[in-house]
Every structure is written in C-alpha cells, then in structure tokens.
C-alpha cells in the first residue's frame, strides 16, 4: 500500500512537470489497453467482409469507417495493435535473450571476446531494414519469420551493452570475492553479473520498442511482412495504396495510428530519461 | 596522419571480409535448389544437372567459398537469375540513384538540422524551443512511408504540383528528399542543441563573452565548431543507414535505386542479385564509419595521437 502510494505520487510529479512525457505515456497506455483486450474492445471481427459497403468513410455504426472489402477498420486497427506489440515484444525479447547471452560470454570469457563482438559489428553493418528483407528472403513470409527477422537485429544491441557493464561489473570488488570464494562461472554469470546488468536491460527494452514496431509496419508495408488478410498497420496501409485517392480514410487511419504509438513511446523515454537524470533536473 | 589513416583502414578490413563470408553463408541455408530456380520449375533434369555443374553448385560449399571469394576480388558477381545480366552491371546504375538521393537528403538534414538546433540553442526555455521539440519527436516518429503517401496524396494527386514517380527532374527529388531525411534532420536537430548546450556551458565561453565577444560569434564560431564533433558522428551513421533505409522512400516514389531492386530481387529470390546488393549495402557501410573516424581525426587532433 505504501509502495503504492508511493508510485502514484511518482506518477502525479512526473506528469506534473513533464506534460509531454505524460502524454506520451497515457498514448503507451491506451496502445497496451487496446492490443490486450482487443478482441473485447472491437466493435465487430476484423476479417468479416461487407463489399456493399466497400470504402465506406466513417458513420455512427462504424467509427473508422470501412476499407475497400467494407472490414470495420477500427476493429482492424484495435487487432493492428496486438499484432504490432506481439511482434515487437517477442522480437525485443529474442534480441534480449540472444544478445545478453553473448554479450555477457563475451565479456567474461576473453577468447570469446574478438570473434563475437566482430560477429556483432558486422550485423550492425548493415540498417535493421535490410537485415530483416534478407532474413526474411531466406526463410519466407510468415508472422513469426517476422518476429525471428527483427530479433536478429536486436541481438547486437543488447550484445554491445551488456558486453560493457560486465566488463565493468567483472571490475567490482564483489565479483572478485565470489570469484575467490570458488563459485562456478555460472553462479558468478547469473547471481552476480546478470542481476547487475537488469536495470539497463530494461531500460535498453523500452527504448527499442518503438523502432521495432516501426520496422515491423515497413516490413508489412514492403509486402514482406504479415501476410493479408491479418489485421496489421503497415499491410493495411500497402493495401490502402489503390484506394487513397477514392476514399483518403483508409490510408489515414492506419498510419495516424502508427505514428501515435511510436510518437508515445518515444517522447515517454526522451521525458522520462530527463526526469530520472539529476543533472537536468528541472529547476 | 598517415598512421592513423592507415590504422584505420587496416581495422575495417576484416570487417569487410566477414560482411562478405556472412552474405555468402547466409544464403547457404536458403530452402530450395539454386539450380532449379536459375533454369526454371518445369525444365529437364539434364538442364539442371547441367547448370550445377556450370554454377559450381555441385562442389563443396568450402570450395564454393574459394571460387566466391576469388571472383569478387576480380569484380564479378555472377549473373542475375531473373535478367541475366552481370550483377555488376544490375547494381551500378541503381546505387547511382540511391547515393544521389541520399547525398541530397542528409546535405538537406545537416544543414537544416544544424539550423534549427542552434536556433532551438539560442532560444532555450522559450515557446521557439519548445515547438522545435515537439517537431523534432514528431519527427523521429513518423514513418517514413506514410509521411510519403500524405505528401503525394496532398502534392500530386490534390495539387497536382509534383510528380509522384520517377527521378527525370530536379521536380523529382523535392518530395523523396524530404521524406528520406525526415528522421535524420529530427534527429540532428536534437542532437545539435544538446551539444551545444553542452558546449556553451564550458569555462572557455563564459571567458570569451566575459572579455566582450558578441554572443553571435561566440555561439556561430566557438561553440558551433566544437559541438560539431558528435554531430559528424551522427551524419555520418544516419547516411550510412540512408543508403539502406533508402529502400521505403524508393518504393514510395519508384525511384529506380538500390533498395528498390533488393525488395523485387528478394521477392523473386534473385539470390546473386541479393547478395551483391547486401555487399554493396555493408561495404557501403564500412566505408562511411572509416570516413567518419577520418574526419574526427581532422576536428579533433588529440584522437589521432591516441
């Protein structure tokens, strides 16, 4: 209860001296509320057609209007939502998996060190874009390919960071003292590193999200993402392509909603990372 | 000078060697046969067999490697499955197109984004300020094929002031420069004005305006200059990553560039294709980062003593 409290008051003063910061966070807010209950919150199924009411523009019964198969674009959009949060979710946590475990191996064990950081640079070489098209040439169109194919490029991120804080946590005086005590690489590795190095896991996470949910909508967009007729933002907005100039809703829409999500996580992380360093305290 | 050029080169070398052993490998896992797909699905065996044997696809991958490897060092990427044409000769005019429009899109977002993060400085705490920030989020937000949709719906579908495909023109370039360096011109801005800030709350400022030089001069000459060091930095990351990134703006607009033949080469499995577009991609990549760490050399003299 009190750490409640607690939290809230956090929550107050933030909003209270960073008003951009909080509505970054109520737009996060409303993305997460709408991806977890999308099927109780869409108004009807996203995939039933309706061609009599094909480019429908908006109306009382269908708020979003309809696309060019009549689909309820607000249910479409709401499902939109889950999709883009299961795959930038997995695919941060694939590259969170994968990078710590290299990252840190790399770090602790030198001979490990040269070839899999330089495995590292050379993913990194290339934009995450481009990573993702050539992962996805390889192994084929599908939901979870897409989630494997921007996974990939995240592992190097979380390498290249968790790769530093061992080596400087390897430095502390507690790490020494296990290491003499006698205990295993693995218990020095899981109970000393790791837990050390979550904070900025963490952190490192809800600072990628927004790019991931970008590239997964390009990847879509490119026609090498979801596969149609699943309700995705960036596949919608490939689809609204022939239709725009008829009817601009259905190319609108999808992108406004898109662009809001990633403007919320982005302006909550800039907003927050100033609150949270002392050195830019607000006066 | 020298050594530090020298040092560097030698450092990104094998880089590039892994950024090629990783391309060639990467499409050894490829699912299907390589030389089915070169002569098509409904040919004789004979014709199959025959074109292994011509493609090399019937030696062992080491061996493949060795025959890669020495035929890239002589400039030849092998044929493209789909037009039969040398790859090389696929791949130059389009990275033509792309490097065009990527140089005149990050020359915009520099210069732009110097602009407005040093106004955004100058302005600090003011209504300026604040609207600069928020632009500048908006910015980093917005995806870069919506942005391109909205602009072609309102400039050349609405107006009909702009052409909305192709590269003939200067006309041409407005909308596509725009849109490839809408992120990159966000993200200088921001990163202008925190290095600034940085900068002009160092001793040496507070003593120039101290002695009487106009702040004018003290932010346009001393400070500009030395918060110029992290602003390269991210030039020069950004038109790495143009060069790729390129690839939505293109198929946006149907600019004839490099991206636009990785997407068709990767949905038609053009597998040479593919792969000398990824090499041009990372060594493309390679290079700027070796550029970048030339021109820290020049703006900072104490890195290339190091």
């Not at chain 1, 997995?90 to 290299?102: D, E, K, Q, R, T």
């Not at chain 1, 840190?104 to 490990?112: E, P, T, V």
């Not at chain 2, 909305?164 to 990159?184: D, V, Y």
């Amino acid at each position: 209860m009190k750490l409640l409290s607690r939290l809230s008051r956090a929550v107050w003063a933030f909003t209270r001296d960073y008003k951009l910061g909080a509505l970054g966070g109520a737009l996060v807010l409303l993305f997460l509320t709408v991806a977890l209950l999308a099927p109780q919150l869409a108004p009807y199924d996203p995939d039933t057609i309706s061609l009599r009411e094909s480019l429908a523009g908006p109306s009382a019964r269908h708020w979003l209007g309809q696309d060019n198969q009549g689909r309820d674009l607000l249910s479409r959009i709401i499902f939109g939502a889950r999709m883009s949060l299961y795959i930038s979710l997995s695919a941060i946590g694939i590259g969170a998996v994968f990078g710590v475990l290299l990252g840190m191996l790399a770090a602790y064990y030198r001979r490990l060190d040269m070839p899999i950081m330089r495995l590292m640079d050379v993913v990194l070489a290339f934009p995450g874009i481009i990573v993702a098209l050539t992962t996805i040439a390889i192994l084929g169109r599908s939901v979870n390919n897409v989630v494997i194919a921007i996974g990939i490029y995240h592992i190097p991120q979380f390498a290249r960071l968790v790769h530093g804080l061992t080596l400087s946590i390897q430095e502390t005086v507690y790490v020494e003292g296990a290491v003499a005590s006698g205990e295993s690489d693995f218990s020095v590795l899981t109970r000393y590193i790791l837990p050390n190095c979550l904070a900025s896991i963490v952190v490192q996470t809800s600072l990628l999200i927004p790019g991931a949910i970008m590239t997964a909508a390009t990847l879509s967009f490119l026609g090498l993402g979801v596969p149609p007729p699943t309700a995705e933002w960036g596949s919608m907005l490939q689809n609204s392509l022939q239709w725009a100039q008829m009817a601009p809703h259905v190319m609108i829409i999808p992108g406004l909603a898109l662009m809001l999500a990633v403007f919320g996580f982005n302006v909550l992380g800039d907003e927050l990372r100033d609150a949270m360093d002392p050195r830019l305290k607000k006066r | 000078m020298v050594r530090y050029i020298a040092k560097r080169f030698l450092v990104s070398v094998p880089t590039l060697l892994l950024v090629v052993t990783l391309v060639f490998l990467a499409f050894q896992l490829i699912p299907g046969d390589p030389a089915r797909m070169y002569v098509g699905v409904d040919a004789a065996q004979e014709a199959v067999e025959q074109v292994r044997r011509d493609l090399g696809l019937d030696q062992p991958v080491w061996t493949q490697y060795v025959t890669y490897m020495s035929r890239l060092a002589r400039g030849d990427l092998g044929k493209s499955i789909y037009t039969r044409r040398s790859v090389v000769s696929e791949l130059a005019p389009r990275f033509r197109n792309t490097l065009e429009l990527s140089l005149a899109a990050i020359v915009f977002a520099t210069l732009v984004g110097v602009a407005l993060g040093t106004l955004a400085t100058v302005k600090q705490g003011t209504g300026w300020d604040r609207l600069l920030t928020v632009l500048s989020l908006f910015g980093i937000s917005m995806p870069v094929f919506w942005l391109g949709l909205l602009l072609t719906y309102v400039f050349s579908v609405q107006w009909h002031l702009l052409p909305s495909a192709g590269n003939e023109t200067w006309r041409h370039f407005l909308m596509p420069t725009l849109c490839l360096s809408a992120f990159s011109l966000a993200f200088i801005t921001r990163m202008t004005r925190s290095a600034l800030l940085e900068v002009l709350a160092q001793d040496y400022v507070r003593t120039a305006l101290a002695k009487g030089v106009r702040e004018a001069v003290v932010v346009g000459w001393h400070a500009l200059r030395n918060a110029m060091l992290p602003v390269v930095t991210v030039v020069g990351l950004r038109f790495g990553y143009m060069l790729g990134g390129a690839v939505v703006t293109e198929e946006v607009f149907a600019w004839p560039g490099l991206g636009r033949l990785l997407v068709t080469a990767v949905g038609q499995r053009d597998i040479p294709l593919v792969q000398g577009a990824l090499l041009l991609f990372g060594a493309g990549f390679v290079l700027v980062n070796l550029l970048v760490d030339l021109v820290y050399g020049i703006l900072d003299p104490r890195i290339r003593h190091r």
